[in-house]
């Protein structure tokens, strides 16, 4: 088999030179070995279970103008929406009932989501579900704010770097944003304690194997315990909708390499996927990713958080569409992991 390909699978690392050669051949059997093997590595970890978390989407407005977003700040088509507390609140009751052990708070960068806001949240989201996993995505904060959600208990937080170059940083963002601010952000939250989650899109504009092969090994210095990733999909309200979608073979060998760089990482199969495809999200399973991200928002706001067109949020991508994920998963032979599913170095 491929060499290269050998050495990540015994040695969970790679170089450059390594990860150029898997992501630029053109040989099938090399994905398909490389697939099978992240897809061992995972059932050796976590069996054939798959995490699922419930996604709360609490905000649209976000101050930031990101090119290839749908929710960004000029936008003016975009219905915009806040959830309050109370709602937030009651879509983790559903969500408990439901069976859910980890919340996923995401939303755009909103001004109103201030630490005054935020900490006496979480505090209470905390308590009332001590058997629960809150996890954050809210965007760039200071380091004081990180630390004060970490203690009133938030314990992990997901913030793509979105890619590891600078200068392709710049392209997909107004100067108003900062790769390396980014970046400060992530190792912060790292170095506080959060179980971190990074991860870029895959075909976004002006993309190479290079910036690729630039993820993979940021990802292998900064290690996160987290990694998602999903193809780049256009958005006709911003600036960048006129561009293709990102490739899902691309991003299912990513998911195969990444898994087998960070063998217990937790890796979503994500709904980027399952929007272009709910066989594609199935093949993500296969192909190393170990949770999923059912959508709890309420109904009638889950249309307005749309970062791209078309994205998937009802049916199995719902978390009321649980029996629906578990037969797609049963297709596989998968079935849901209801467990909190904490991080851990070895399993
Ligand atoms: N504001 C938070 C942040 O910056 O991390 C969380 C919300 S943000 C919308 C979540 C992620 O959506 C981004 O990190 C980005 O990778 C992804 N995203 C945004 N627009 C997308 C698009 N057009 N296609 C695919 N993913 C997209």
Known sequence: MDAWGERLVSEH???????????????????????????????????????????????NYCRNNCYYCGIRRDNRLVHRYRLTDEQIMGCCEEGHKLGFRTFVLQGGEDATLTDARLVPLVSQLHERFPDCAITLSLGERSESSYRALYDAGARRYLLRHETASPTLYAQLHPSSMSWNNRIECIKTLKDIGFQTGMGMMVGVPGQTVEHLVQDLLLLQEIRPQMVGI?????????????????????????????RLLFPTALIPSTTALATLSPEAQMQGILSGANVVMPNLSPADVRRSYEIYEGKAAFGAEAAEGLRLLAEHLSTIDYEINYDIGNYKEEI
């Open 13 to 59: 690392s790679l170089g450059a030179e390594g990860l150029r050669s898997l992501l630029t051949s053109c040989d099938p059997d090399t994905h398909t070995w490389l697939r099978n093997k992240a897809a061992e590595v995972a059932q050796c970890h976590f069996g054939r279970r798959v995490y699922v978390r419930g996604l709360i989407e609490v905000s």
């Open 230 to 258: 999903g193809p780049f999909i256009p958005h006709s309200q911003t600036p960048l909708g006129g561009h293709p979608a990102g490739s899902v073979d691309m991003t299912l060998l990513l998911l195969s390499i990444i």
